[in-house]
C-alpha cells in the first residue's frame, strides 16, 4: 500500500524533466493565465511536491512583492554573468544567501503587508 502511494511521487520526480516540454507547459498555461501559479506548478511537478503547490496556492494573493524580489535576484543573477565574463567569481554560497535571503524579505514583507486579509480576498 506505501509502495503504491509512493509511486506517483518517485515517478514524478525520476521523469520530472519530461514535463518540462512544450506540451505540458502549454497545458499548465492553457489551465491558468497567473505566471506564479504555471511556474510553481511546473517546478514542483519537477520536484514531486505537489501536495505544498496545493498549499502554497491558496497564499498566492499575499505574496504581493514577490514579483519585486523575483525581479533583484533576475538582476543579481545577471549581474553575475557579467562579472563572469570579466573574471570575477562569486562564490556559490554568496550567491544562495543572495537568493534566500531575497525570497524571504520578499515573503516577509508580503506578508507583512496583507497582514488582515485572508487567503484569496483582497480588499
Known amino acids: 500500500m506505501i509502495a503504491m502511494l509512493a509511486w506517483p511521487s518517485i515517478s514524478e520526480t525520476i521523469f520530472g524533466f519530461t514535463f518540462l516540454?512544450?506540451?505540458?507547459?502549454?497545458?499548465?498555461?492553457?489551465?491558468?493565465?497567473t505566471a506564479f501559479v504555471a511556474y510553481s506548478s511546473?517546478?514542483?511537478?519537477v520536484l514531486g511536491l505537489r501536495a505544498l503547490y496545493f498549499a502554497l496556492e491558496g497564499l498566492?494573493?499575499?505574496?504581493?512583492?514577490?514579483?519585486?524580489?523575483l525581479a533583484v535576484?533576475?538582476?543579481?543573477?545577471?549581474?553575475?554573468?557579467?562579472?563572469q565574463g570579466f573574471g570575477l567569481q562569486?562564490?556559490?554560497g554568496a550567491s544562495l544567501l543572495v537568493i534566500v535571503s531575497t525570497i524571504t524579505v520578499a515573503i516577509v514583507v508580503s506578508l507583512i503587508a496583507t497582514r488582515g486579509q485572508t487567503a484569496g480576498r483582497t480588499s
Open 60 to 69: 498566492v494573493d499575499r505574496f504581493v512583492y514577490l514579483h519585486y524580489g
Open 73 to 83: 535576484i533576475l538582476l543579481f543573477v545577471g549581474a553575475k554573468f557579467v562579472a
Open 90 to 92: 562569486i562564490p556559490i
Open 21 to 33: 516540454s512544450r506540451r505540458i507547459v502549454a497545458a499548465v498555461l492553457a489551465v491558468t493565465q
Open 42 to 45: 511546473i517546478v514542483f511537478a
